[in-house]
């Protein structure tokens, strides 16, 4: 009996200690610790996907919801930032997931 309380017991523990963990992001390049913010310097939604098209120098962002204008990630080298818009597979994916938005 006392090996059943004490299984029972274990399970419950495990079951709330699991209950406060946040599911990953399926992307591996999202939610990673040291975030950089890069800024998209394109003109079309199309240039989005392309790593060169980004700086990590603030632009001025005029408020609108076409283009991205910050996105983050944790890499401050153009290759890795490319793999990441890689991950996204689509210009707007991009868009939809940037920090803030342009027109």
């Not at 939809?96 to 938005?101: G, N, R, V």
């Amino acid at each position: 009996m006392k090996k059943y309380l004490l299984s029972i017991t274990a399970i419950a523990i495990a079951v709330m200690a699991s209950s406060f963990t946040t599911i990953k992001s399926l992307n591996p390049f999202k939610g990673n610790k040291s975030t950089q913010t890069w800024y998209f310097t394109g003109t079309t939604i199309s240039q989005d996907l392309t790593a060169s098209h980004y700086s990590q120098i603030p632009p001025t962002c005029n408020a609108g919801t076409n283009l991205p204008c910050e996105v983050q990630y944790d890499s401050t080298d153009f290759s890795s930032l490319q793999a990441y818009l890689n991950a996204e597979g689509t210009d707007t994916q991009v868009r939809d997931d940037a920090a803030t938005t342009k027109n």
